[in-house]
């Protein structure tokens, strides 16, 4: 089976842009996670969706938002970039809650 | 609100020594804890994992242990070789949030 693939794996925007992320999961997988991974903040929990439904939110504005569609794909909208946005977004994908999640590579996010 | 602390954030060990990497959850309902592993431009990767009902759970040269009452639980990793160098991370869970709270993550180096 392939893996979880992330799509783009670099980008770099300016402040006020906005972006769009893409993740597709692990096939028959139906559980998608999202998290931001910085150096000072570690891994933190952004949403999770399960058939296109999304289950829990973490801590961050309102900027920052997901869907998920019916083939399972998720995407993630960050919207007006701060420098802080700066980050590696990681994709995980599950059969089900408390399964193994499985990681994608990330996309790194440049802000400037 | 919810936190994960994960010590030491930083480990060194001769090839062939034991390491030792700790955490303790808040939320006295979690009850699944999983542990990554994250090499250099990867996602984290699954390694071992454990639910609440049980102690402690080994895998070759890894084992994990709980301590319920006091919120702990340890990975421990015997023999250690080059290739177990990386940053390793702990997470905790609890039914029906649909989220995984990370610690911080502990870089391993391996020393030959």
């Known amino acids: 089976k392939a893996g979880v693939t992330q799509t783009p794996r670099y980008l770099i925007k300016t402040r006020g842009q906005q972006v769009t992320l893409s993740c597709s999961p692990i096939?028959?997988?139906?559980?998608v996670s999202w998290y931001q991974q910085t150096p000072g903040q570690g891994l933190q929990f952004l949403f999770e969706?399960?058939?296109?439904?999304?289950?829990n939110k973490g801590n961050f504005p309102g900027r920052f938002s997901g869907r998920q569609f019916s083939n399972s794909r998720s995407e993630m909208n960050v919207s007006t970039l701060e420098l802080g946005d700066s980050a590696l977004y990681l994709c995980?994908?599950?059969?089900?809650?408390?399964?193994?999640?499985?990681f994608g590579p990330g996309t790194r996010l440049l802000v400037l | 609100g919810e936190n994960v602390e994960q010590h030491p954030s930083t480990l060194s060990v001769q090839e062939g020594d034991s390491a030792v990497i700790k955490c303790t959850y808040s939320d006295s309902a979690s009850n699944y804890f999983p542990w990554y592993k994250q090499e250099l431009g990867k996602g984290p990767q699954l390694i071992i994992d454990i639910r609440s009902n049980v102690g402690e759970k080994k895998d070759q040269r890894i084992a994990v242990t709980l301590n319920k009452t006091a919120k702990h639980f340890s990975l421990h990793i015997t023999e250690t070789q080059p290739e177990d160098s990386a940053v390793y991370f702990c997470a905790a869970s609890t039914s029906g949030t649909y989220k995984y709270i990370f610690g911080t993550g502990t870089r391993l180096k391996v020393l030959a």
């Open positions: 096939s028959g997988h139906r559980s």
């Open positions: 969706y399960f058939s296109e439904t999304q289950r």
């Open positions: 995980a994908s599950s059969s089900g809650y408390q399964e193994t999640q499985y």
